[in-house]
């Protein structure tokens, strides 16, 4: 029986009682039943119709993997908010490990900022659920877009794409990738294996407007279930306080059928999937925070200008920002000005599109090539994520001009992975449901969904399509060709939405949804907000001034606030509100890192440090981007002793008696030594594991605080969470990692100063790929 692998649920403490799902362990029901998965998660698998409109009861499903974090107070709480629904992007993306991963940092920004625990239930305080779910399709829902026999075909078959270079990297290039498109698309569009012959082939109904529908489904199952809790909980209050003549509790959590309002965070594509629902059913949109807004008219249709008509001028920051940062904080720095740095990096660019660069095989990995197609992906990366990538692509580039590939060459060698089947995919053999769960499908849902949705992608000719590139090329040198392979994705597609969405664009709804958007978007450009803030009446606009691909590449303390204030009341930003990022990249310095959090009162400090989290998580916004990077916030000069940081431990506690003090911290501080082994994340191929079999730390534990022999699989940025959860409540953790220390008095706040080190000193040591 196939095992989907539940993230997280792997972690082990020394509570016997507290013992993870497996996805395979849940069986789907129509109703939400949650099954404990780890870690305060709860986890559920919805069985949702895959065709709405069939009533003859012999109609295929979907079993939508859902995962909820349960608010900071109960359900039948008066401060209960209800439960955010939210979506990463992608298409494709999965929900469900959005969840886990960043969850908690989505709740405290939405959250009031008090802690409940320090109010009463009198309060107008909310607290919210949040909860992922994997679309049809995706991830852990099953049945999952399958277009390889198993891992190991997926594997090799993209190797060779790797080698053969995306489009522009050579006189042949599109010859060669339209006909692996047509060769990938011709079987997986039309063979759904996982039909045994039914007459409803998955391929037709994955698209966006049934996710839509999904979303209405989870939203009504949810206030079911809130209700029947509701019900156990009155029933428990009467018999222990005397019958309630009001039902104050059941009135409080009561189901209302047919019209429990949506409440939701989507970014990206996850924006689009919004406006979709909201034009489908304006009168049950209670909440809406949409970021990065794609053009819904756009993106169906084909209409209008393309959507990287920014991405260009995000690069030309690079250059810009590079500039003011100088030697110190930019190594690929030249003197000259930005059009100096700007030509420098084209120079460079071109050499190795003329001359790929061998590199030989190391301690850790086999000979690699650096290729044009290498530095338009870090390129791509650096547009998206200016803030964490531009650091990186300045170091990488400036090593191949001094004729060092190896650092690009490790940097390449992270998209590799195993690709063996598993026992129970060897066992049950090709094309099985144990196959598939070991594949990572993101890129292959992302083209069933997107090929569905925008029919106008799947008919071009060769000679249309090369006219469709060079427009894109037009518009920006920099991301053309990768938004034309995007296209090219759907070429040759052949499956057909059953219900494919024709409108209607836009609506009126019943409460005003809150579009944000950057100032300089690479593929989600400020104007789709603006043009969707105009078709959907009395929504509003939040403008952030930074560049990257939606508000999540830049924290800025003023949007957080703007986002929590509307989840808390509803209300919508003023009209015109411009927002400033905290912080720019390559131009920070470890002083004005350290300088922002000093000057925060500790509510905006714990927002911020949310926000440094939710900034450096490991979601994979991307599915084309294989490459996971160390987090770079910040930069810093080799042996330049004026910018180094002066980081004080805090503590829970303060004591004048420092042998007092010592006996304190020995009882609540424990140290590990991580071993890190990278490891493809079962299912989610795209992102990485970072796999830490921990030892207790020795001297640093007191007898009965150390843990002698846990594992867990986590990610770099969970280790905090994951450390402290094994520690128990209360207690500050310190963190060693290839002997880097950070200690906080939250768990967000030891994972911010951990990240924002390993970045100053130029670390791997948060790297998850």
């Not at 129509?30 to 009533?55: I, K, W």
């Not at 990572?440 to 969904?449: G, T």
Request: proline content about 7%; charged content about 20%.
């Amino acid at each position: 029986m196939p095992v989907w692998p539940i993230p997280l649920s792997s972690w082990k403490v020394d509570d016997p009682l507290d013992i993870p799902v497996t996805w395979a362990e849940i069986v789907p029901s129509q109703s939400l039943e949650y099954h404990n998965c780890g870690d305060e998660f709860q986890c559920a698998r919805l069985e949702v119709p895959m065709d709405y409109q069939r009533t003859d009861g012999k109609g295929r499903s979907f079993a939508l993997a859902v995962v909820r974090l349960p608010a900071k107070v109960p359900v039948t709480d008066p401060r209960y908010g209800g439960a955010v629904l939210i979506n990463p992007g992608g298409p494709g993306g999965p929900g469900t490990v959005q969840a886990f991963e960043t969850g908690r940092n989505l709740q405290l920004i939405i959250d009031a900022e008090v802690d409940p625990k320090e109010t009463g239930a009198e309060t107008g305080n909310k607290y919210f659920d949040i909860i992922g779910f994997d679309p049809r399709g995706v991830g852990s829902t099953t049945p999952p877009v399958m277009c390889f026999p198993d891992p190991v075909s997926q594997r090799n078959w993209e190797l060779q794409v790797s080698a053969e270079g995306m489009l522009g990297s050579g006189p042949d290039s599109l010859q060669r990738n339209w006909q692996r498109t047509h060769a990938l698309n011709s079987g997986c569009s039309v063979t759904d294996r996982s039909s045994l012959g039914a007459d409803e082939p998955m391929m037709s109904y994955v698209n966006t407007r049934l996710v839509a529908q999904d979303m209405l489904t989870i939203v009504e199952r949810h206030g079911e279930w809130r209700e029947k809790e509701g019900l156990r909980a009155q029933k428990a209050h009467n018999r222990c306080h005397g019958l309630d003549e009001a039902d104050a509790i059941l009135k409080r959590t009561t189901w209302h059928r047919g019209k429990e309002p949506l409440l939701y965070w989507g970014r990206s594509y996850g924006a689009l999937l919004g406006t979709t629902f909201a034009s489908l059913f304006p009168e049950r949109v209670g909440r809406a925070v949409l970021d990065g807004v794609v053009d819904m008219v756009k993106y169906y249709q084909g209409k209008g200008p393309n959507v990287v008509a920014d991405a260009d001028a995000i690069f030309d920051r690079f250059s810009h920002y590079c500039d003011e940062a100088g030697p110190a904080g930019c190594p690929f720095y030249v003197e000259g000005g930005p059009d100096a740095i700007g030509a420098a990096y084209w120079q460079l660019e071109q050499q190795i599109f003329n001359n790929s660069i061998p590199v030989i095989a190391s301690a850790e990995r086999g000979p690699e090539v650096v290729t044009w197609t290498d530095i338009k992906a870090i390129q791509r990366v650096a547009i998206y994520q200016p803030l964490l990538a531009f650091p990186i692509l300045a170091d990488r580039m400036t090593e191949l001009g001094k004729g060092n590939a190896v650092p690009m060459a490790d940097f390449k060698h992270g998209s590799h992975f195993s690709a063996c089947p598993s026992k129970d995919c060897s066992l049950a053999g090709p094309w099985s449901p144990e196959c598939a769960t070991s594949q990572d499908n993101m890129l292959y849902a992302m083209a069933a969904i997107m090929c569905s949705d925008a029919e106008h992608l799947t008919t071009p000719n060769r000679e249309q399509f090369q006219a469709d590139w060079s427009s894109l090329l037009a518009d920006s040198a920099c991301l053309g060709d990768y938004l034309a392979q995007l296209q090219l994705g759907c070429v040759g597609w052949k499956a057909k939405a059953k219900y494919p969405f024709t409108g209607p664009w836009g609506a009126a709804t019943a409460h005003p949804m809150l579009f944000v958007s950057n100032t300089l978007d690479p593929v989600t450009p400020l104007r789709g907000a603006q043009h969707m803030s105009q078709i959907f009446p009395g929504s509003g606009l939040l403008q952030q001034e930074s560049e990257g691909h939606t508000t999540l590449t830049a924290p800025s303390i003023c949007v957080a606030k703007a986002i929590r204030h509307y989840f808390q009341t509803g209300a919508l930003p003023t009209e015109g509100t411009l927002c400033e990022a905290d912080l720019k990249p390559l131009v920070g310095s470890p002083h004005h890192l350290a300088k922002i959090t000093q000057s925060l009162n500790p509510s905006d400090r714990r927002l911020f440090e949310a926000l440094m989290a939710e900034f450096t998580a490991p979601v994979c916004l991307e599915p084309h981007e294989h490459y996971q990077y160390a987090s770079t916030t910040v930069s810093q000069a080799a042996g330049d002793e004026n910018s180094k940081v002066t980081m004080q431990m805090p503590s829970i506690c303060v004591f004048e008696d420092k042998v007092k003090k010592g006996e304190y911290l020995q009882g609540h501080l424990a140290a590990f030594r991580i071993f890190n082994e990278k490891r493809r994340r079962p299912g989610y191929g795209w992102c990485r594991w970072v796999y830490h079999p921990a030892r207790s730390g020795g001297s640093d534990n007191v007898p009965g605080l150390g843990y002698s022999s846990f594992k867990g699989v986590m990610s770099a940025d969970d280790e905090g969470q994951k450390s402290a959860k094994a520690l128990g409540n209360y207690k500050a953790t310190l963190l060693q990692n290839h002997s880097l220390l950070a200690v906080g008095n939250t768990v967000e706040g030891t994972v911010f100063w951990f990240v924002s080190l390993a970045a100053t000193l130029n670390s791997d040591a948060a790297a998850t790929g």
